[in-house]
């Protein structure tokens, strides 16, 4: 029997909205993102969720509050859920950094496998925590469904190690705020099942920004 392991960005925040990064500064949900998680707890509240896990960031637990609440759990932080660490840029602007530093701006942007974000994380730290901690647990439950809620970064990576998509390969998927997104473990290891429903939003979904935000 596979496990499925439901996945889900948390809702948007005023710095997403504003193309700020964030990384690991913990900034909380606004106003859009509130109505976006109380969306995703009513689609997932009719489920027979086994367990809740989520970041420790603010906008994480704001998303999986609701959800727990409404699957009759509590969210479960771990830190390993966090998004990567952007060093030095974390709080600047993307479109502000794309003109002031092109170079750090194109190697955040290439994929750049070495790059560290001037003190933060490179990609494969990022990817190593967060295969370990899905990997616990996917070890720690023989019945789902699961719930995971993270941020863009640890989806990608998650998107990755089920589809086995290179991690300097270019994103042709999206990572949208409190979407929903599916992959299954069992005795092969993980594998992507679906990726990017946001149907449990209904018209709120116009107000997803589709772009790749921490």
Known sequence: ???DI?????GETEWNSLRR???????PLNEIGLRQARAIARRL???PVAAVYTS???RASQTAEPIAAACGRVALPDRRLR?????SLQGSYYETLQQTDPERHRRMHSRDLAFDMDGGETLPALHERVCEVMAEIAARHREGPVVVVAHGGVL????RLASGLAL???RTYGLFNASLNTIAYDSDGFRLVSWGDVTHLGAAADEIDTRLLN
């Open 1 to 3: 029997m596979a496990l």
């Open 6 to 10: 439901l996945l889900v960005r948390h």
């Open 21 to 27: 990064i964030q990384g690991q500064l913990d900034i």
């Open 45 to 47: 509240g009719a489920s």
């Open 56 to 58: 420790n960031l603010l």
């Open 83 to 87: 998004e990567r660490h952007f060093g």
């Open 156 to 159: 990608d990576c998650c998107y």
């Open 168 to 170: 300097d390969a270019p």
